[in-house]
């Protein structure tokens, strides 16, 4: 059973950085895909960003692309959110999920693992 455990985040300044860590444990091959999730109060949930675990192809919502990266740590078996540009509006509670399988999804529903969440503030 995967297990994924996020850190880092925190309370920033807009237009400040924050990296995000998922450590994950428990999983036995490469065909896994990532993402990063979030949810701010009163809104859905929605992906950030994802990566497929064995070549490292990424996915990004149109509203962090070029301020936001995520990658992979495979001897750390960690996979990371880069965030800078931060705004208020990148204000949520962020997600790490993973699903098993080849492909990069971006519904929540097709993710079977996930962690308990990190919260990120950016003040104006």
């Known amino acids: 059973q995967v297990q994924l455990v996020e850190s880092g985040g925190g309370l920033v300044q807009a237009g400040g950085s924050l990296r995000l860590s998922c450590a994950v444990s428990?999983?036995?091959?490469?065909?896994?895909?990532m993402a990063w999730f979030r949810q701010a109060p009163g809104k859905e949930r929605e992906v950030v960003a994802a990566?497929?675990?064995?070549?490292?192809?990424?996915h990004y919502t149109d509203s962090v692309k070029g301020r936001f990266t995520i990658s992979r740590d495979n001897a750390k078996n960690t996979v990371y959110l880069q965030m800078n540009s931060l705004n208020a509006d990148d204000t949520a509670v962020y997600y790490c999920?993973?699903?098993?399988?080849?492909?990069?999804?971006?519904?929540?529903?097709?993710?079977?693992?996930w962690g308990l969440g990190t919260q990120v503030t950016v003040s104006s």
């Open positions: 999920a993973a699903r098993q399988g080849y492909l990069i999804k971006v519904n929540g529903y097709e993710y079977s693992n």
């Open positions: 428990g999983r036995t091959s490469s065909n896994y895909a």
């Open positions: 990566i497929r675990w064995s070549d490292s192809t990424t």
